[in-house]
């Protein structure tokens, strides 16, 4: 009996070194996987505009995620890769454009049309409520409207 | 007339850019590498594994390196011009085989015609990523110094080569 439960322990934990052994590189894998993918997520690939890095399977975006884990392997930081990748592919790689230059315009821009165009609505409006405000009816319309108004309520009741 | 006046400015401005979108071409992105020294590398040449190719042999000349595979379809598309040009001796044209099997790339200059002094064998794609590639054919002009003057992506067509490359080698040139 004490023969037996000697061996089955020494299976268990033969096995359990066993699944140990293996999870190891395989959990590694899977967080530098989700690296990779989060930094590919910013970034452009360049063969098929519309999409990021991550969501392309276009060859060229499957080369650069494997160029982006070989970099992280080699111990670059997510800064780090993306400089190497803009030093090579330029700036339009970045699929968030970054906040300098030229690209200011991109990211104020819609801000500044919606401060333009409210501006515009508000400055119309003001102008409209003058007007109509400002509207004064002569008498002899004032006597219309009454004749009118009159026989409408007068309809109403028949 | 004068309500028709804002609108009228509006269309007019919306024409324009939409005129001006019509002629970009957004697949092109302007290499960073530009007025930059070709990144450095050094490869196994394509027919003779022994013998290497590296850019820096080429100091003290004006050269075109083209980046082919025997996969690439627009590469069969520019191939001809490509000899046309290497017989006209004007400039000479290296060649990067860019993620191809060797004995594909031998064969392919086999079936249509060597333009090339001598190919780069980069069977990983690795100088390609210095180099920025990411639509082969890709060409660039490298001047006297070693720095990239010009990249052109996608095919040489005739008129490319006459209107754009040409015109920038002979300036180099002097």
Known sequence: MKRLILVWLLLVSGTL?????????????AVMQERVMKLSGELRCLVCQGQSLADSHSDFAIDMRNKIMALMNQGMSDQEVKEFLVDRYGEFILYKPPFSGVTTLVWLGPLVLFVLGAGVLFFNLKRRRKTVTEASLSPEELTRVHSLLNKESGDKHA | MGRFLVPLGVFVLLAVFLYIGLKLKPSEIPSPLLDKPAPVFSLPQLHEPDKTFAPAELRGHVWLFNVWASWCVSCRQEHPVLMQ????????????????????????????????????????????????????????????EGVIRHKHIGPITPEVLTDEILPIVRKLKG
């Open chain 1, 17 to 29: 070194a066993c699944v140990a052994k293996e999870a190891a590189p395989v959990m590694g894998d």
């Open chain 2, 85 to 144: 040009l290497a017989r006209t001796g004007e400039v000479p044209i290296y060649g990067l085989n860019y993620k191809d099997a060797r004995e594909d790339g031998v064969r392919w200059l086999q079936q249509f015609g060597n333009p090339y002094v001598a190919s780069a064998y980069d069977h990983a794609g690795q100088v390609g990523i210095d180099y920025g590639v990411y639509g082969v054919p890709e060409t660039y002009v490298i001047d006297r």
